[in-house]
């Protein structure tokens, strides 16, 4: 069974940087879309940013600029790159896989000083 699996969140000051990792395990064809999603505590899980198996990107408004998406297909693994991040940040990040409908277990990212 094909599992997402999500790794590099932490907490980081106001303004650094981490890098998400999402890897598909078992899974020999990559995914057409994959996306990043978040939830913060007490709100709704909200999409941050998508990508295509050709690369094609989308970001939520609050991201452009600050995050970028990409992936490697030949390891089915997608990547966040989060920069000068901001308190507002801070949530519970979860990868996307479709078709399929999978979700990752979610990787906890703290922006505090």
């Known amino acids: 069974q094909v599992q997402l699996v999500e790794s590099g969140g932490g907490l980081v000051q106001p303004g650094g940087s981490l890098r998400l990792s999402c890897a598909a395990s078992r899974s020999r064809f990559p995914f057409a879309f994959m996306h990043w999603y978040r939830q913060a505590p007490g709100k709704e899980r909200e999409f941050v940013a998508g990508i295509t198996s050709d690369a094609s990107t989308t970001y939520v408004d609050s991201v452009k600029g600050r995050f970028t998406i990409s992936r490697d297909n030949a390891m089915n693994t997608m990547y966040l790159q989060m920069n000068n991040l901001k308190p507002e940040d801070t949530a519970v990040y979860y990868c996307?896989?479709?078709?399929?409908?999978?979700w990752g277990q979610g990787t906890q990212v703290t922006v505090s000083s």
């Open positions: 996307y896989a479709a078709p399929g409908g999978l």
